[in-house]
């Protein structure tokens, strides 16, 4: 089983957008049936009002991002200072979203990293 207080063994969680506990990418085999003993005997992905908590915070992180990247565009084309005040309020949001102390921060960590981007990356708390 997963050791929750060492960070070597918490980064080898992630989640998916339907809010399930999954291994992390790249973890190893044995990383892989660690997680999956630890989400099958503590009942990560039984109790559903917190998969759907964890799905909610995906969806809305996931809208941040489209409006991250709406905003970009906008503030690309030249002075739009409505675009970039949505682009200051989308970053301040993304950033509460993330900070560690944040409810189900992890989640929305996740649901940016999926994304790959790397200005969205810069984001994360």
Do not use: Y
């Amino acid at each position: 089983m997963l050791d929750p207080i060492d960070d070597d063994d918490v980064s080898l969680i992630a989640f998916d957008e339907e809010g399930k506990v999954i291994p992390a990418p790249g973890a190893s085999d044995w990383e892989q049936e660690r997680v999956n003993v630890t989400v099958q005997r503590l009942k990560l992905n039984e109790h559903v009002p917190l998969a759907e908590e964890r799905r909610k915070v995906w969806q809305k992180v996931d809208v941040l991002i489209e409006d991250f990247f709406a905003a970009k565009a906008k503030c690309s084309m030249g002075n739009n200072p409505a675009a970039k005040a949505k682009l200051l309020e989308v970053r301040s949001r993304v950033r509460e979203m993330t900070q560690r102390s944040a409810e189900l921060s992890a989640v929305a960590r996740w649901c940016i990293q999926v994304r790959n981007e790397p200005q969205l990356s810069r984001l994360v708390a």
